[in-house]
């Protein structure tokens, strides 16, 4: 395992082979890297555009529909039946309201003097009421049409708005306040007129960061801080319009946001899921790394294939070399077989045979010298020690006592 860890202990051909897969996949995983990054990037600008062009129809789309409303609450103010009894205080003619009322968006029809007085409604629940104190009122009595906020009942789970313009009599002024409550699914009907993606959803939050229209009841009455969206609600607080890239909504995975105000300080926001719009990048970004895998695994082989190529004639000079160290038989007909190549190999085969050649015959020569000087040697050491031994003054005693005894032997006979 520690071999294998090693780069510097591989072989010759592993080293190749990774060194070639390494140059040939590093640039193309780079390269593909940049394009699917460039690409989200590039994605995810055009659907935030999108989706802030979706903000602002929706939020475009409320208002129109609000505005309708001011102009039927504005033709109601200046009916003449209307101006005569808010203008009269002390009149009990009620004037004929029921037609605007029974409008398929009006919930409620209000008539009040300028002192906040609820003089006529329908339905009749709304009589007595004062409501001096609301902002519709006090924008309409004093002579501005006004649309108010849109209130969400958490016990009905139902939201509606209130659009007053003031009632004028022929010298235009002011003689009390006609309002049209209109429902909430009306104004959503108008805001989901912006052309949202799949799984996209807009909704109304009013200026205190509530959400209170909405097709998905989970989040209707909630504030934006609840739902873990406190970033979003400072922004939207601090911008009129703007967009988020990815903002988590519970349920629902990572958004994309975008948001525009509209009629009465209320917000439209558009939300759309991230994954919907990045889904085709993904799917490349995918179909990329698995054809990265596939182009990785055939260069392996073929850099292992080649690398082994390359790296055969080495093994086999580098295993005659080790051989001529270790004074062994080389593989001579395998060193033929690679200097028969025209390549830098082959050449560097030839030079080693030759150099092996003049080895093997200087390491004779040598040999043949050795065993010359080895004879020579021993006759000079034979020929020193007779030297050494007749040129003893007990050798030459010797020879003089052999020649007596000749002598003796000589008289004797």
């Known amino acids: 395992m520690r071999r294998l860890l090693d780069p510097r202990r591989w072989s010759l051909g592993a080293k190749i082979g990774v060194t070639l897969v390494v140059a040939a996949l590093v640039p193309m995983a780079l390269l593909s890297v940049a394009a699917t990054r460039s690409g989200q990037d590039a994605v995810e600008q055009s659907e935030l555009s999108a989706a802030e062009g979706r903000a602002v129809v929706g939020a475009s789309s409320v208002q129109q529909y609000l505005l309708g409303v001011v102009g039927r609450a504005n033709q109601l103010g200046t009916t003449s039946d209307v101006v005569a009894f808010l203008k009269n205080s002390g009149s009990t003619s009620i004037p004929a309201i029921g037609a605007t009322a029974s409008q398929f968006d009006v919930e409620a029809v209000i008539l009040a003097d300028l002192r906040g007085a609820t003089r006529a409604a329908v339905p009749s629940s709304y009589e007595g009421r004062n409501v001096a ?143 919907a719009f990045l889904a085709p990048i993904d799917r490349l970004a995918r179909t990329t790394r698995i054809a990265l895998a596939i182009v990785a695994a055939v260069a392996l082989l073929l850099a292992l294939f080649v690398a082994r190529r390359l790296s055969k004639p080495v093994s086999a000079l580098t295993n005659a070399a080790s051989a001529l160290e270790a004074n062994t038989e080389l593989d001579i007909d395998r060193l033929e077989n690679i200097a028969r190549s025209r390549d830098d190999i082959g050449r560097l085969a030839r030079v080693f045979s030759s150099m092996a050649a003049e080895v093997a015959e200087r390491e004779r020569r040598l040999r043949a010298q050795v065993e010359a000087l080895k004879v020579e040697i021993d006759e000079d050491r034979r020929r020193l020690t007779v030297t050494e031994l007749t040129d003893t003054e007990f050798f030459r005693n010797l020879i003089e006592r052999a020649a007596e005894i000749r002598r003796r032997a000589r008289g004797e006979s």
């Open 133 to 275: 104190g609301e902002d519709w009122f006090v924008d309409a009595a004093a002579g501005q049409t006004a649309v108010g906020r849109i209130a969400f009942d958490p016990r009905t789970n139902r939201s509606s708005v209130i659009v007053a313009a003031p009632a004028r009599d022929p010298s235009a002024a002011v003689v009390g306040v006609a309002a049209l409550q209109v429902s909430g699914q009306d104004v959503l009907f108008a805001l989901n007129q912006a052309p949202l993606g799949p799984g996209g959803q807009a909704v109304l939050v009013d200026p205190d960061g509530r959400i209170v229209l909405t097709r998905d009841s989970r989040l209707l009455g909630k504030q934006l801080s609840d739902l873990g969206l406190q970033d979003l609600a400072d922004s939207i607080a601090d911008e009129p319009s703007g967009t988020r890239s990815k903002v988590p909504l519970p349920g629902r995975g990572v958004q994309v946001v975008a948001w525009s105000a509209t009629t009465g300080g209320n917000i439209a926001v558009v939300f759309q899921p991230r994954a």
